[in-house]
């Protein structure tokens, strides 16, 4: 069972700038758990589960995201088990479709 899930969003110039790949490339790289995916209100909404600390890292690490991002907010929740069940079946991370 993992030790920390957040739920993550991040708006500002977040979309149409590979933020979704460099997220499931840094959250696979960290061994995380979790998903990503845009919305339609411009943001990238995201969850990261796993070890305390990693999760945390991943969290400031997507303050300032891919070169090609200009992040303006991260508001950072708690999550919960549930919303893992979102990602497809049998990854440990997804980039799901846009809501």
């Not at 696979?28 to 969850?47: H, K, P, S």
Request: net charge positive.
């Amino acid at each position: 069972m993992s030790d920390a899930i957040r739920h993550v969003t991040i708006s500002g110039r977040v979309q149409g700038v590979g933020y979704r790949a460099w997220v499931d490339d840094t959250a696979r790289a960290r061994d995380l758990e979790g998903w990503v995916r845009n919305r339609r209100d411009g943001c990238v909404e995201a969850v990261f589960a796993g070890p305390a600390e990693p999760v945390t890292a991943m969290i400031s690490a997507c303050r300032r995201g891919p070169s090609s991002a200009r992040v303006e907010t991260v508001q950072d929740d708690a999550g919960n088990p549930e919303m893992l069940k979102l990602r497809r079946a049998g990854e440990r991370f997804s980039v799901l479709p846009t809501i």
